[in-house]
């Protein structure tokens, strides 16, 4: 996913030279073919993610449209006053490149999974708040947004699910729906949702048809979507790599709330605490009961 957005990126660039890439010594391996082709529209501030923010608020208030590039949770969590008291309170374009949301760099420990970003970035307001399924999303999320005046945090995932399957499509404020069953609501977002798509496959398979809504945009929300697909759902699951506070459970508890309906709903959410402890993703994903037979266990004890 990472490629595919700096890929988008160095298209976009040829056609704007506003756009700038900056990383906090962080990206070798990906950013070089920005790198190579705009060598004077690049800069590594260091290890320092805060000044990042900084010097990013400083191009976009001189018009330039800055693309800040990091481990997603330095790239929100470090930084934060940054972002709260520059783009966001002057709703200046400011671009946050959040790479591995969840578990993706699950060796690196816990200072590197980043469970809270949804949830902060949400908070702030005017911030809009992506995380695409797939490469293919995530360029045609950017080929949509690279222009807006408002600040943007783009939450992807280290690599790409092994199929593509969002058909590269991305609309602001909307929600996509994968497939259609009369069962049960599975709503997803970011790379996730390919493992709900295998959940609902297996369900099929025990007789049970799911509903699977991909959740790409969570700020601003895609709530006419929400309320129609809530509407029709007997019960409803969410899935997300995230903490359970203030992620996508916390958006669909909202819209159920605030449209007055009651169906039976469950998050599933990073769940176990993991300070200091590293492994695999796929290992971290397991022991949350985030991957597709959990996930479809869970659909299944939510209907009984």
């Not at 999974?113 to 999320?141: F, K, N, T, Y």
């Amino acid at each position: 996913m990472r490629r595919e957005f700096i890929a988008k990126l160095c298209e976009l660039a040829a056609r704007d030279p506003r756009i700038m890439l900056l990383t906090a010594d962080l990206g070798f391996s990906v950013v070089e073919p920005f790198t190579q082709a705009y060598p004077d529209r690049f800069v590594n501030v260091g290890v320092a993610e805060q000044n990042m923010i900084g010097v990013a608020t400083g191009l976009a208030e001189a018009g330039f449209l800055p693309f800040c590039y990091s481990i997603a949770t330095f790239a929100t969590l470090r930084p934060y006053e940054f972002i709260r008291n520059g783009p966001v309170a002057h709703q200046l374009p400011v671009r946050i490149v959040g790479v591995g949301g969840g578990f993706d760099y699950g060796t690196g420990g816990s200072t590197h999974h980043s469970l809270e970003d949804i949830a902060v970035m949400r908070a702030l307001p005017g911030m809009m708040v992506l995380a695409p399924i797939d490469g293919p999303q995530a360029a045609a999320a950017l080929e949509s947004l690279w222009s807006v005046p408002s600040p943007v945090y783009f939450r992807l995932g280290k690599d790409s699910p092994p199929v593509a399957i969002s058909g590269g499509r991305f609309e602001l404020e909307r929600a996509q729906i994968m497939c259609r069953g009369a069962d049960v609501l599975l709503i997803s977002t970011g790379a996730l949702v390919a493992e709900t798509m295998s959940a609902a496959g297996a369900l099929a398979n025990a007789g049970v048809l799911a509903t699977v809504l991909s959740v790409p945009c969570l700020a601003p929300a895609p709530l006419a979507d929400l309320r129609t697909s809530l509407a029709d759902a007997r019960a409803v699951l969410t899935i997300e790599a995230h903490q359970q506070a203030g992620g996508l459970g916390s958006l669909v508890a909202e819209v159920l709330a605030e449209a007055g309906l009651a169906r039976p709903f469950r998050r599933l959410t990073a769940t176990q605490p993991d300070a200091g402890r590293g492994g695999s993703a796929a290992w971290l994903l397991e022991r949350n009961g985030l991957t597709s037979d959990r996930i479809a266990a869970a659909a299944q004890t939510l209907l009984s």
